[in-house]
Nanobody
């Protein structure tokens, strides 16, 4: 089993910055991708940023403002959010996909979501 725990959300004024963190724990063999999604009230969950195989990608709405990074040794992904706007207000979720287990006991694929962290951008 894999658990993802996000942290770093909060209330920030427009133009401000926040840094989100997501720590993956459990019997992890490897992680292929660690992504950030967000869901605003009354809207569908949307992909914000992707970190996979050393490459990154961003939604058009956050390009140039958000930066995703990973510390593979710590199974942690970060989302640095700068120049925040009120429309960035949402619950931010971490998603990871990879392999759990050991070579001795066997390996299997996993996909897991964190519980979410609230980001509110307001004056």
């Amino acid at each position: 089993q894999v658990q993802l725990v996000e942290s770093g959300g909060g209330l920030v004024q427009p133009g401000g910055s926040l840094r989100l963190s997501c720590l993956a724990s459990g019997n992890i063999f490897s992680i292929n991708t660690m992504d950030w999604y967000r869901q605003a009230p009354g809207k569908q969950r949307e992909l914000v940023a992707v970190s996979s195989g050393g490459s990154t990608g961003y939604a058009d709405s956050v390009k140039g403002r958000f930066t995703i990074s990973r510390d593979n040794a710590k199974n942690t992904v970060y989302l640095q959010m700068n120049s925040l706007k009120p429309e960035d207000t949402a619950v931010y979720y971490c998603y990871a996909r990879g392999t759990i287990g050991t070579l001795t006991d066997g390996l299997s694929d996993f996909g897991a979501w964190g519980q979410g962290t609230q980001v509110t951008v307001s004056s």
